[in-house]
């Protein structure tokens, strides 16, 4: 019933910038804990940051100070900006909302930072 929609995604240069959005169709989209999680082939999904409905934030170390995360909550969208990018940010980026037994998960976005 909530669509999920990640989007820009694609491939970077190391040390460059790209801003992923995460649109969905929640109707009570406030409500929702966000969360931006990656993965890579054979590996878990980990955790990247997270916002609460409240907007307080949270990022794991390998990201801090690199990324930022965000939301609008009127245009129903969530945001990875993503800067100052390494090779090991490569991974599919999926988008997490969460409010109490509620949980949708988008389909990914491929980021690949390379040279």
């Known amino acids: 019933q909530v669509q999920v929609v990640e989007s820009g995604g694609g491939s970077v240069q190391p040390g460059g910038s790209v801003r992923l959005s995460c649109a969905a169709s929640?109707?009570?989209?406030?409500?929702?804990?966000m969360g931006w999680y990656r993965q890579t082939p054979g590996k878990e999904r980990e955790l990247v940051a997270d916002?609460?409905?409240?907007?307080?934030?949270n990022y794991t170390d390998a990201v801090k100070g690199r990324f930022t995360i965000s939301r609008d909550n009127a245009k129903k969208t969530m945001y990875l900006q993503m800067s100052s990018l390494k090779p090991e940010d490569t991974a599919v980026y999926y988008c997490?909302?969460?409010?109490?037994?509620?949980?949708?998960w988008g389909q990914g976005t491929q980021v690949t930072v390379s040279s």
């Open positions: 929640a109707v009570f989209f406030g409500r929702y804990a």
């Open positions: 997490n909302l969460i409010w109490g037994p509620l949980t949708y």
């Open positions: 916002i609460t409905s409240g907007g307080i934030i």
